[in-house]
Structures are given as C-alpha cells and as structure tokens.
C-alpha cells in the first residue's frame, strides 16, 4: 500500500469526520522491519515512529537519529520497570503507561533528568486478562495518581480486541479521555485507523500498510 496512500487515506478520513487537515498524527509502526524498508520511508519524508521494544529501537535508531534530523520515536509496546531509564532516554513519547509502579519509576527519573517523554496511559478496553493496560473502571483514579506525580500525561490509548468491534472501544477510551481533560488519543492501527480517526484519534499507529508484512525472525 505505501505511505503516500495512508496519508491520503488519513487525510480523507479527516475531512469526513470534520477534523482539521494535519490533526492527526502518524505513528509509522517500525517494529521488526528490515533497515532498508525504514529508510526507504525515511527517505519519503516520514520523521514519526513507533517501536515495541526498547532493545530493537535502541540497536536500530541511534544511527538514524544522526542520519536524519527531526526523527521522533514513539515506544507503542510494554515496558519493563527495568528497562525504563533506557526508554525515556531513547523515546520522545511512551504510550504504554499502565500500572502505579511504572509511574513512579518515570516521575523519579523526571525528578532527575528535568524532562520526561509525552505519555499516553495504555486502557485495557476489552478487560482482556493477557492484556496489559489499566482497566477501564480505574483509569480515573490511575490518571489523577500520574498527574499528583507531575507527570506529562497527554492522552490515553487503547489496542481493541481482535474479534471485537474496534469503534466501541475507540468510543470508550473517547470517553474516559474527555471526562479527564485529557487531548490525545493514541488509537487505530493499519485495518481500522479510518474509524479511530472518525472517533476522535490523534495518533494513529500504522504499520503493515506502510511497510508490508513483517517478517519474524
């Protein structure tokens, strides 16, 4: 498909449901993707990525970064409480904030550091079991907790089931986010981006569409 057609896509998507042209953010997902498809994208003039795990980004955008001027990087996968100093040294957002212990860690290292990656706390919609994210009855009281930290929360975000219909999850994290004040919503991926964007997403992750299928090693 390509990143020419998604941002025509989105753009589209935009103009139906009445949204400003440019007001949603594209998050090409990177994750387990071949140097060369990455640059190629690169090369096309996209500068906003997004990565699953801090120990790929980190062997992979370094170089990059030093390469190509204005690239943003996204952490869109879980992080480890161990793995969370690498993360916000690496990462200009983290979308996959989900449990008090991880919240404390990053208010500590902003302490330190005087600074702090955007942060999008991670609503487990489908109350899957084998899902990480804050279930959608807590995340309230989660969100208050992370601003008493100081912390830089800019939105939520959500990965819908798969057997389930994803509008009445981006509808449900819509919700929470608007009752909270909260601007940013970090929902839709490459099948039904066009329908988070009707529902108010600001972040749109997308990556097979991008790149093509990944390939796991």
């Known amino acids: 498909m390509g990143l020419t057609e998604i941002r025509n896509r989105i753009a589209k998507a935009e103009a139906e449901a009445g949204r400003a042209p440019g007001a949603v953010t594209l998050i090409a997902v990177s994750k387990v993707q071949p140097l060369e498809r990455v640059e190629a994208v690169l090369d096309q003039g996209q500068r906003i990525f997004g990565e699953n795990r801090v120990q790929e980004a980190a062997g992979k ?15 869109i996968g879980p992080l480890q409480s161990n793995k969370v100093r690498q993360a916000v040294e690496l990462f200009d957002a983290i979308h996959s904030v989900d449990r008090v212990k991880l919240a404390h860690r990053l208010a500590e290292l902003a302490q330190e550091r005087g600074t702090c990656p955007a942060l999008f706390i991670q609503v487990n919609t489908g109350e899957e079991p084998q899902k990480a994210g804050i279930l959608p009855a807590e995340a309230d009281d989660f969100i208050a907790q992370c601003r008493a930290m100081d912390l830089p929360v800019q939105g939520l975000m959500c990965i819908p089931p798969v057997e389930e219909t994803p509008s009445l999850h981006f509808a449900l994290l819509a919700k929470i986010a608007a009752r909270n004040g909260l601007a940013g919503l970090s929902m839709g991926m490459s099948s039904d981006f066009e329908e988070a964007i009707a529902l108010g997403a600001t972040h749109v992750r997308v990556g097979s569409a991008i790149f093509g299928d990944r390939t796991y090693g």
Do not use: D, I, T
Request: zero cysteines.
């Open 61 to 75: 955008w370094p170089e990059f970064k030093a390469r190509y001027s204005g690239v943003e990087l996204h952490l």
